[in-house]
């Protein structure tokens, strides 16, 4: 994808992945109020138009949902008081996505806010989009239909672990509802939103309703699972959570590693299916673990070496 990207595209994108501007976009999405009742042709332009007529309240509307514990804090924070800032920032320090994202929101005038979206959403569009729109269309709208029919006879713990590859529900108070919507953009990746009251999960639509089908995903799958596996550091990654779930911070402490560098392990481990992520929490996938052969299995002391017992 990025061979196709211009100069202009690579710059915004290249910062939408540093700060996480890409999640701002899904806030965006969700606040602005003329989606939902027009089709998907006019979405581009009605949201381009949304976010020019709120430059002045842009980076508000625009910051993550943090819980109605950090509400007064976070408007503290948005007013430009540093303490507040400073605080929220530390708060978050062990969840990448919002710690980056909150630095960068807290420091961005809203002009160059603007132009950094309207360019990443544009440009994206344009440049990788447009042409396979009504094909990705069709592949969402397959799946969701085919999901509304399974939830039916399922319940929503084992609705999201099994259209999400693994992630389980948990309670959160004061969450009364569940939004569930297929995503092709970021695959394999469920990407979990938190909004007043709702939370929300973006999952990777099924493979069968993607152009090229099963087969071609199963290779792609297999590539990346072996890149996965052919570093040690990694091995040392998915056996430090073998047992216990922990924190980017607490890995990072463990090896004596830069957070970047266990960040990009963690990133390639999560590609192949074999970790997961949530709330900044790592935990390995068990039911992924156990397909790749008995070899990994019996490294992580997820099964005993027969050799050895003989």
Same mark, same amino acid.
């Given at each position: 994808?990025?061979?196709?990207?211009?100069?202009?595209?690579?710059?915004?994108?290249?910062?939408?992945? %540093?700060?996480?501007? =890409?999640? !701002?976009?899904?806030?965006?999405?969700?606040?602005?109020?003329?989606?939902?009742?027009?089709?998907?042709?006019?979405?581009? #332009?009605?949201?381009?138009?949304?976010? /020019? %007529?709120?430059?002045?309240? @842009?980076?508000?509307?625009?910051?993550?949902?943090?819980? &109605?514990?950090?509400?007064?804090?976070?408007?503290?924070?948005? +007013?430009?008081?540093?303490?507040?800032?400073?605080?929220?920032?530390?708060? *978050?320090?062990?969840?990448?996505?919002?710690?980056?994202?909150?630095?960068?929101?807290? +420091?961005?005038?809203?002009?160059?806010?603007?132009?950094?979206?309207?360019? @990443?959403?544009?440009?994206?569009? #344009?440049?990788?989009?447009?042409?396979?729109?009504?094909?990705?269309?069709?592949?969402?709208?397959?799946?969701?239909?085919?999901?509304?029919?399974?939830?039916?006879? @399922?319940?929503?713990?084992?609705?999201?672990?099994?259209?999400?590859?693994? !992630?389980?529900?948990?309670?959160?108070?004061?969450?009364?509802?569940? =939004?569930?919507?297929? /995503?092709?953009?970021?695959?394999?990746?469920?990407?979990?939103?938190?909004?007043?009251?709702?939370? $929300?999960?973006?999952?990777?639509?099924?493979?069968?309703?993607?152009?090229?089908?099963?087969?071609?995903?199963?290779?792609?799958? $297999?590539?990346?699972?072996?890149?996965?596996?052919?570093?040690?550091?990694?091995?040392?990654?998915? +056996?430090?959570?073998?047992? !216990?779930?922990?924190?980017?911070? &607490?890995?990072?402490?463990?090896?004596?590693?830069? #957070?970047?560098?266990?960040? *990009?392990?963690?990133?390639?481990?999560?590609?192949?299916?074999?970790? /997961?992520?949530?709330?900044?929490?790592?935990?390995?996938?068990?039911?992924?673990? !156990?397909?790749?052969?008995?070899?990994? /299995?019996?490294?992580?002391?997820?099964?005993?070496?027969?050799?050895? &017992?003989?």
């Amino acid at each position: 994808m990025r061979d196709r990207m211009s100069k202009e595209l690579q710059q915004e994108v290249n910062l939408a992945g %540093e700060v996480h501007t =890409w999640r !701002s976009l899904l806030f965006l999405a969700h606040r602005c109020p003329d989606l939902l009742q027009s089709p998907w042709e006019q979405h581009i #332009k009605l949201f381009l138009n949304w976010i /020019q %007529e709120n430059e002045n309240c @842009l980076v508000k509307l625009a910051t993550p949902y943090l819980g &109605e514990v950090y509400a007064s804090e976070l408007e503290e924070a948005l +007013s430009g008081n540093h303490v507040a800032q400073d605080h929220l920032i530390q708060n *978050h320090s062990d969840n990448p996505v919002i710690h980056l994202n909150l630095r960068y929101l807290f +420091s961005v005038d809203s002009r160059t806010f603007l132009q950094h979206l309207k360019k @990443l959403l544009a440009c994206w569009y #344009k440049e990788l989009l447009f042409s396979d729109m009504p094909h990705t269309m069709l592949a969402l709208q397959q799946d969701k239909q085919h999901n509304e029919q399974i939830s039916d006879v @399922l319940k929503s713990t084992e609705l999201i672990r099994l259209v999400t590859k693994g !992630s389980e529900l948990q309670p959160h108070p004061g969450v009364d509802t569940l =939004w569930m919507i297929p /995503q092709s953009a970021y695959r394999p990746f469920t990407v979990i939103n938190y909004l007043p009251q709702c939370l $929300v999960y973006y999952y990777p639509v099924a493979d069968e309703f993607l152009p090229g089908g099963i087969a071609q995903t199963q290779m792609m799958q $297999v590539a990346a699972l072996h890149k996965a596996l052919g570093d040690v550091q990694r091995i040392r990654l998915l +056996s430090l959570i073998r047992h !216990s779930p922990k924190s980017l911070g &607490e890995l990072t402490n463990t090896l004596n590693a830069t #957070k970047s560098n266990v960040h *990009h392990h963690l990133t390639l481990l999560r590609t192949a299916g074999l970790v /997961q992520v949530e709330d900044g929490v790592y935990s390995i996938n068990h039911e992924a673990v !156990s397909q790749v052969g008995t070899e990994l /299995q019996v490294v992580l002391g997820m099964q005993k070496n027969k050799m050895l &017992e003989e």
